[in-house]
């Protein structure tokens, strides 16, 4: 008679135990299914900006057959150059110049395939300004160095570039313009798949690119991030 009681305790504890088991299985594999739910998705935000610094190199080259006369050219096309300049309302704080780089002209060369004069200098006035506008302006008027005997001699080494150096000032915006973009995403996929967007399980924020709107305005730039999300999935 205690042999069949005991059994029927030890069954019981064992039904306890299977249910009990069960239901901690039941619910372990509904939170293993909750934890794997989710959609990664990317947010934009992208805006133009207008460059808010301009750097105007002035290229010039000068020749001269003795050291001595080569440097008062050099001098002498500066001067103009800074003139330029000033009479333009640019500060002269902004105004920089390089050293020249002075090149022997015959030393390579020989009989008549010496050019006239045997050197050759090159400097550059460099204008570093936050007047961009002014820059625009000013651009189409350096004919009249030309005409006052300065020979520029611009290439793509010495292009004027435009920046924009202002982006700290607007990145909290955009990453919360892309991550409301990104939100916006998960939640149209939600809708689509039954369910709800719930809390951010993972966020990486790309970097910032800034570049030419194109290649006939690049004083206008173009912002652009764009952030990773991964949202867990609910419902």
């Known amino acids: 008679m205690l042999q069949v009681r005991s059994a029927i305790v030890l069954g019981g504890l064992l039904a306890i135990g299977m249910i009990w088991g069960g239901s901690y299985i039941e619910d372990a594999a509904e939170t293993w299914r909750d934890a794997g739910r989710s959609v990664t ?39 103009r150059i ?70 520029l001699s611009p290439n793509y080494d010495y292009r004027t570039e435009f920046l924009f150096t202002g982006l700290n000032d607007i990145k909290p915006e955009m990453i919360a313009e892309a991550t409301k973009d990104a939100r916006g995403v998960a939640q149209q996929f939600a809708r689509d798949s039954g369910s709800r967007v719930g809390e951010i399980r993972s966020a990486t924020q790309g970097y910032f690119s800034i570049e030419d709107l194109d290649s006939y305005t690049p004083d206008i730039k173009r912002v652009r991030v764009v952030t990773t999300i991964d949202y867990a999935l609910e419902g």
């Open 41 to 79: 998705v990317k947010g934009l935000s992208e805006r133009e900006v207008p460059a808010d610094m301009a750097l105007w190199p002035l290229h010039y080259t000068v020749t001269a057959n003795e050291l001595d006369a080569l440097q008062q050219k050099l001098t002498m096309q500066e001067t």
């Open 82 to 151: 800074r003139e330029f300049l000033t009479q333009r309302g640019f500060e002269t704080d902004n105004i920089t110049v390089t050293s020249p780089q002075v090149t022997d002209r015959f030393a390579n060369l020989y009989g008549a395939d010496r050019p006239d004069e045997r050197y050759q200098a090159e400097a550059t006035v460099l204008l570093r300004t936050p007047a961009v506008d002014g820059v625009k302006k000013a651009m189409p008027e350096t004919g009249e160095l030309v005409r006052a005997g300065v020979v």
